[in-house]
């Protein structure tokens, strides 16, 4: 168990190490002698299927498992409950069982949507969850199941996840810049963008800390530090790439969610209060705005934003994803 501090690295094993998160937690960890990881893509490890769970954790027998597996497709979703709910719930349930059988302790990501988004003021971790989509209800799903399962895990809830790779808010409205005159964006949701790389900060100094024997499982909240809307994000990305290029589009216009319908009903307040965090962890919220400015200039200086989508900078570089 996790208890007494490791005399040797800590054995990291990551689910979903090509997602967002999962590439800059596998980046940030290769640059930290306090670990070894072991970055397992979904090739590898399947999460829906048991037997590949169990067969990874008896080759590492890692000391942690991180969970950044997760079908994090809000639309799609809809469309394929049994998908999201197998991933989600049944995938992330093996995984504690299996887990809890092994004695290793579980770091799991979930989400902002788990609540209803009825507090404009923001969510703790005591507020009863009320999804509104099957994403939502998914990843509920899932966290109860650990909460059953396994005593020994962090669950640490995250919102508006954005990064320099894969599908998020920041490289759709780059790319919409480049091609479209006019951006619509909905100004009546509010949360707080987090960068990927700040939240594996998080669970890397999360994990020092249980390595060093805090016992302090449980559920926690992390988001970037100021809340605004997917307008004022907007506004934010595209002053941030103003600073670097000309972009095609010349004006951003406020709408209401009912303009821009969606497959998923999504919360109107997607805040997450993250005081439990700092008071357990002495972990600060870091500003979104400085992270957006270095990821930008990052996309820049690399190799511009020729086709943000399509870019693949992570894990793999300098990393083994086995
Ligand atoms: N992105 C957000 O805004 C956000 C907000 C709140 C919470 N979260 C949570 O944070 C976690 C990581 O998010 P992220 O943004 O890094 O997501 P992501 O970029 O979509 O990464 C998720 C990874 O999990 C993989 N995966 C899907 N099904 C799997 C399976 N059955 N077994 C193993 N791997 C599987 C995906 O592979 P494929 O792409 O090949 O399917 C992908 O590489 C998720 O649990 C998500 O629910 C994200």
């Known amino acids: 168990m996790s208890s007494t501090p490791f005399a040797e690295p800590a054995k990291i094993l990551i689910t979903g190490a090509e997602g967002q998160i999962g590439r800059a937690l596998v980046r940030l960890m290769a640059g930290d002698q306090d670990f070894v990881v072991i970055a397992l893509s979904k090739r590898n ?39 999201a709910f197998a991933v989600n719930a049944g995938g992330v349930e093996q995984l504690a069982v299996l887990c809890s059988e092994l004695s290793i302790p579980l770091l799991h990501l979930s989400s902002d949507y788990v609540f209803d988004g009825h507090y404009a003021s923001g969510y703790s971790e005591t507020d009863e969850a009320a999804p509104l989509d099957v994403y939502g209800a998914s990843k509920w799903q899932g966290e109860e199941a650990i909460r059953r ?3 020994n895990h962090i669950i640490l ?13 920041l490289l759709k409205t780059l790319e919409q810049a480049r091609s479209e005159d006019t951006i619509r964006a909905v100004d009546d949701r509010r949360g707080c963008p987090t960068s990927a790389e700040d939240v594996a ?14 016992e302090a499982w449980g559920t926690y909240h992390y988001c970037g530090a ?17 600073q670097y290029e000309e972009l095609k589009a010349t004006s951003l216009v406020p709408v209401s969610s ?5 497959a998923a009903e999504r919360p109107a307040s997607s805040v997450l209060k993250c005081k439990k965090l700092l008071n357990t962890f002495g972990i600060r919220q870091r500003p979104w705005r400085s992270e957006l400015q270095r ?22 570089d300098g990393n083994q994803i086995t």
Not at 258 to 262: K, N, T
Request: proline content about 6%; some cysteine.
């Open 295 to 316: 990821l930008i200039r990052q996309l820049y200086e690399r190799q511009g934003l020729e086709q943000p989508q399509a870019r693949r900078v992570g894990a793999r």
């Open 258 to 262: 009912r303009e821009m319908p969606e």
């Open 201 to 214: 900060r998080v669970l890397m100094a999360v994990l020092k800390q249980l390595i060093n024997g805090a």
């Open 45 to 83: 490890l399947d999460i829906t299927q048991p037997r590949q769970i169990s067969d990874r954790l008896a080759e590492y027998l890692p000391d942690y498992v991180v969970n950044c597996a997760g079908f994090n497709r809000v639309d799609p979703a809809e469309r394929d409950p049994e998908r």
């Open 226 to 242: 100021e809340i605004t809307t997917r307008y004022g994000f907007s506004e934010a990305i595209l002053a941030a790439a103003r």
């Open 157 to 169: 809830r995250v919102s508006w996840i954005f990064s320099e790779s894969g599908t998020n808010f």
């Open 149 to 151: 399962q396994l005593p």
